[in-house]
């Protein structure tokens, strides 16, 4: 079964309120007096990183793109449960998993550690504490709106690639947590960019039932000269939010395009039509 | 590294005061006017399942395992997070998937879908809400409490060998969930049996800093002429707990022994001194 048709297949199943149905970065879940924010990924050898790669930026990675999910809803992180499964330098994962719960002042919690033979296959749940209700969704990107990006999109495809400035932003990523909590009172929605602007711009769209209209010539990117890649391009977690044109940011953002009353496409490039989602960004499992 | 030095080096990490030292069931995390239990279990190919088990299985056995952590602490489900790596049969893992669900009355919150080459590895995260704080844990036993089990060790293990009539509680155990909560108010400690009662009653005893003496006579198993075999194997995710002796238990259970203040052994079987975990119960991975 392909990816698709697994998600459409668990959209069948009881599904919590709060997993919205499986179309937004996180769980919201009400819990007592406080609203709950979770998220799982997993990253696995030869799909998400390298058997050579250096695995204590596998641990960061792993700790990192789960908070920024968290930080796409506005949450505070309150802890991670790690799934391990042990193997080569399980001492350097250690390492950079230290550095990360760090770095974002964020505790372990718990999880599981097994033995199994094979590629490896690591998970990370996050859980955080809404700082702002409602919490902000994909889906309420309202006409009129304007569209802002947090920062440039392309340099950690260009520090895969070998630019070494550019290393650290492919390696490890920073989640923009205080950014998304600053940003939660005013957006009228908002998500994270992983797998690449034109496609979570796209998936927004959707959500939202809406189209978005993006300027290119105004999109930040780190290397003009490869513009269409550098959109095309995830991995740099920037944050993505639609608000209304007069709100005023409470941080530095980069206003990018509008949002439209849904048009025949979902997405606007300049005067192009996007339809096709398998032509904008990276899917990698 | 292995399994117990990886955990003790997550031990040395920042860990959240829920995390219970990373030597419970769940972390418990006090949210709002409530208190969460959460708990990660992953299960692997070749490890935790055969390569040729019906994927329902083990989809069942997915979700009940991680929500018997949930019942040895006396929590309700709230929902799950499925980290699923695509491969054989994930229409029937579907199916396992939707039995459980609707069995154990918990939705589906989230999760991660991932394609990887390999053996799988599949994750779940579940998160409860506390019905009686403080939460039960393993570590509470008093000297002069009475030591119980909900039921007879075993069954798991004949099934595995090819018993029909114990088939089930091998594929498709259940979760002692009302059991859990009813117990939660009155027990000093409890856990639930997931590597084998031997195993298990040790590291209770170990956090509890107490020896539990254990009369064989007394302990039920699914098969006497194999009482060796069912108080080391696995599987049966019965609840041992301790409580005062007097105490109106509001449920059935089989006591089995006493707690004592430490003494040489923290774990007693009749007149037999056990000191060596390692020769208790299934270990894997």
Redesign the interface.
């Known amino acids: ?3 698709p048709d ?2 459409a ?2 959209r069948a ?4 309120p ?3 149905g ?1 179309a937004d970065d ?2 919201v ?1 009400s ?4 609203t ?1 924010v ?11 990183f390298r058997a050579d790669a250096d695995m204590a930026d596998v641990a960061w990675k792993l700790v990192a793109t789960n908070l920024s999910d968290l930080a796409a809803k506005g949450a505070e992180p ?2 991670v ?6 193997g080569r330098d ?2 350097r994962f ?1 390492e950079g ?2 550095d990360a ?2 770095a974002f002042d ?16 690591l ?1 990370l ?1 996050a ?1 955080g ?1 809404a700082t702002h209700v409602p919490v902000p969704a994909r889906s309420g990107a309202q006409a009129g709106d304007g569209v802002w990006i947090t920062g440039p999109v392309g340099r950690a495809m260009l520090g895969f690639e070998g630019a070494a400035e550019h290393r650290v932003a492919f390696d490890r990523p920073l989640p923009r947590l205080a950014e998304g909590r600053a940003l939660a009172p005013l957006v009228s929605a908002m998500m994270d960019v992983s797998d690449g602007l034109l496609l979570d711009a796209f998936r927004m769209a959707e959500a939202s039932g809406v189209t978005l209209a993006l300027d290119p010539a105004v999109i930040p990117v780190a290397d003009p000269a490869l513009f269409e890649a550098c959109v095309r391009w995830g991995d740099d977690y920037e944050l993505l939010f639609t608000a209304p044109p007069a709100a005023l940011l409470p941080i530095p953002a980069q206003r990018i395009g509008s949002v439209a009353a849904r048009e025949a496409a979902p997405l606007l490039l300049g005067e192009t039509p996007l339809t096709d989602p398998a032509a904008l960004g990276y899917r990698h ?1």
């Open positions: 079964m392909n990816e697994f998600i297949a668990l199943l009881p599904l919590h709060g997993a919205r499986l996180c769980a879940v819990f007592g007096s406080e709950l979770i998220t799982h990924d997993m990253m696995a050898e030869g799909t998400h309150v802890g449960l790690l799934g391990h499964m042990l399980d001492a250690l998993l230290r719960l760090a964020t505790p372990l919690l718990g999880g599981d550690t097994i033995a199994a033979a094979g590629a490896r296959a998970g749940t859980i504490r499992g």
